[in-house]
């Protein structure tokens, strides 16, 4: 099925775009935005964050066995080191007809306007893959791509510390997460974000402590519209 990307912003921003400069933001960013702004839904407190919820946990000596300890009932944050500093980009994907025709549902618009409040138009990327291919062709860098993975954070969900161990949710024994695959937490977030149905770049060889603006080669038809515009149906090329 063909998707189409749409970013949602302030004109001038999304025109920078189109004029092949894209701008990467630290991960720890949408910390922050949640932290100072209150805003949840551009801001995440639990960006790049794996939450365990600990019933009752017995830590044991692995040379003597012995019970040394028993940690009580509360919630955990787990990550791993450098993830808040890599680069990130991130749009919407979203699927269209076999007419060519982008049709969102005003409740969709609706979540999406308040999560974005500062959003006053659209910039719809009308070929998925060859933009994809066109950030991808960054020189020097090295970036991964993929949809956001949305899962239940309020439960100790398996399949997420599948993906996170191993890059698949099948069940596998003997997993642990690594360094070089850090930026799988930033394609995880929690359920109640699934309605942005985000897809995200990430940049995996650089760490960066503030927004950062990138050069490449815009290649895909595209519209730039009022925001309000996308309450209708969109015809594309």
Do not use: W
């Amino acid at each position: 099925m063909k998707t189409v990307f749409v970013k949602y912003g302030k004109e001038e921003h999304l025109q920078q775009i189109v004029d092949g400069k894209l701008r990467f933001s630290p991960s720890q960013n949408y910390v922050k935005m949640e932290e100072l702004l209150h805003n949840k839904g551009q801001g995440d407190l639990l960006e790049g964050k794996m939450p365990l919820q600990i019933e009752a946990a017995q830590v044991y000596d692995k040379d003597t066995n012995e019970l040394v300890g028993i940690m009580p009932k509360r919630r955990i944050l787990i990550s791993i080191q450098d993830v808040n500093n890599m680069p990130v980009f991130c749009l919407s994907s979203y699927s269209i007809s076999e007419d060519n025709m982008l049709s969102l549902e005003h409740e969709h618009l609706d979540s999406i306007k308040s999560d974005f409040p500062d959003a006053t138009h659209a910039l719809i990327i009308q070929s998925s893959d060859t933009f994809i291919e066109d950030v991808k062709s960054i020189i020097g860098h090295k970036i991964v791509s993929d949809h956001i993975r949305y899962y239940d954070y309020s439960i100790n969900t398996m399949q997420m510390y599948m993906y996170l161990t191993t890059g698949d949710e099948k069940i596998v024994h003997n997993s642990s997460m690594t360094y070089d695959n850090r930026y799988r937490h930033l394609l995880c977030k929690d359920i109640s974000f699934s309605n942005q149905k985000e897809y995200r770049f990430i940049i995996t060889d650089e760490l960066i402590e503030k927004p950062a603006f990138y050069d490449f080669h815009f290649n895909s038809p595209y519209k730039i519209l009022p925001i309000d515009e996308l309450y209708r149906n969109i015809i594309l090329e």
